[in-house]
Each structure stands twice: as C-alpha cells, then as structure tokens.
C-alpha cells in the first residue's frame, strides 16, 4: 500500500480564493482525521471520519472550513475563502484498530 | 476539558544515553486513549503508539518504551540507547472516548548528538 496520500503537497493562493485539500486513505482503514499545525497552535484536530460518516467536527475553526468523505477512498478539506491566518500544514490520517497513519501534509499559504 | 502537558520543551543528549519524555495529562474521563507521535525534521508525523486507560501494561517496542501510570496521570516515553537518528519533535496526545477529540501536548523537541 502506498501509505495515505495527500495533495496537493504546496498550495499558495490569495485571500479570499477557496481552497481544497484531498485526502486519500489506506484502503481498509475506517477512520480519517485531518489536523492542522501552526506555529503558533501547535497541533490540532479539526474533524474525524468514521467510515466515513463526520463523528467530531467541534476542532474545524469556522463555518468558512467544511470538510466531506463521499467514499471510503477519498476525503476532502475545504476552505472558502482562505484568510492569511490560514496558512499552516494539514495533516490526513487513517486509522486501524491501534495503528494510525498520516500523509505527508499540504503546505498551505495564503497570501 | 482536556489538557496535555509536556514539560520538556527541548532536551539534547549524546548519543547511546538514555532519554525519557514526560507526559502529564488531565481528563474527567474513565475512557480516554493516550498517543505518542514523532515528527523528525523532514516534517512528516509518525504514529507511535496508542494505549487505552484500562491499560496500564508498560510497553516496549524495541528501543521504546512506555510507562503509564493512572495515578500520577502521565504517560512517559523512554528511549534505550538513543541514536542522532531519534532527533525529531515528540508529541504527546490525549483523546477521550474511542476517538474523540483529541488534544495534544506543546511538543518536545529531542536532539541526539553524536
């Protein structure tokens, strides 16, 4: 398996633009998290997915960040409009009973 | 609310010592589960483990090791004869119920010297 897949990898956009984050999962994992680390916050959780129902959503910021998982291969991370104090790396990860697997981030920016 | 501390913002040691993480947590829940993750300077995250509050069983996983100790609420990580490559950021999580929301420490930064 090739581990769970984030992309993009980098994101650079303008304030105000949306933005989307995509996620895909190792198959047979029935739990996805998506996390965010900032300097300043540290890291967080904002939503959790299990098979793919939203079970925890209380860590996403505001109503501008939405968060979807049509199908147990795939999950994305929304934000619209971006804000400057947005920019931060976006961790997916999935889980199987007691081991759990992050993707390699976004590196979001927004100028 | 929840709370995770991690007292030890950076530690350096030199290479083969032996080196222990604090983790002290805060939670009104019976049910909660407690993780360790690593994220070295490449920036990726790495699970470590995840042990449930019924379990207080120390764990050991090659050169790590784990003590969890309900009665002072911390969740210590040990690590045997540690190598430059351990250098990295350790985080420590707390989250309630089987998932939840999860909380985690400030991060302590660990740097093995050669």
């Known amino acids: 398996d090739a581990g769970v897949i984030q992309s993009p990898r980098h994101e650079v956009t303008e304030m105000g633009q949306e933005v989307t984050l995509r996620c895909k999962p190792i198959s047979g994992h029935d739990y996805l998290f998506w996390y965010r680390q900032t300097m300043m916050r540290g890291l967080e959780l904002l939503i959790y997915f299990n098979n793919n129902v939203p079970i925890d959503d209380s860590g996403m910021p505001e109503d501008r960040f939405s968060a979807k998982m049509p199908n147990a291969s795939f999950s994305t991370l929304k934000i619209q409009p971006s804000e400057p104090r947005d920019s931060a790396v976006y961790f997916c990860?999935?889980?199987?009973?007691?081991?759990?697997?992050f993707g390699p981030g976004t590196r979001l920016t927004v100028l | 609310a929840q709370k995770v501390t991690q007292a030890q913002t950076e530690i350096s040691v030199v290479e083969k010592e032996d080196v222990t993480l604090d983790c002290v947590y805060e939670t009104r829940d019976t049910t909660y589960y407690l993780f360790w993750y690593k994220q070295p300077p490449s920036g990726e995250l790495v699970f470590l483990i995840r042990r449930n509050s019924f379990d207080e069983q120390n764990e050991i996983s090659g050169r790590y090791s784990w003590n969890f100790q309900k009665s002072t609420s911390s969740f210590n990580f040990t690590i045997t004869a540690s190598q430059v490559v351990d250098s990295a950021v350790y985080f420590c999580?707390?989250?309630?119920?089987?998932?939840?929301?999860?909380?985690f420490g400030d991060g302590t930064t660990l740097t093995v010297k050669p």
């Open positions: 990860a999935s889980r199987l009973g007691n081991e759990q697997f």
């Open positions: 999580a707390l989250s309630e119920g089987n998932a939840g929301k999860s909380t």
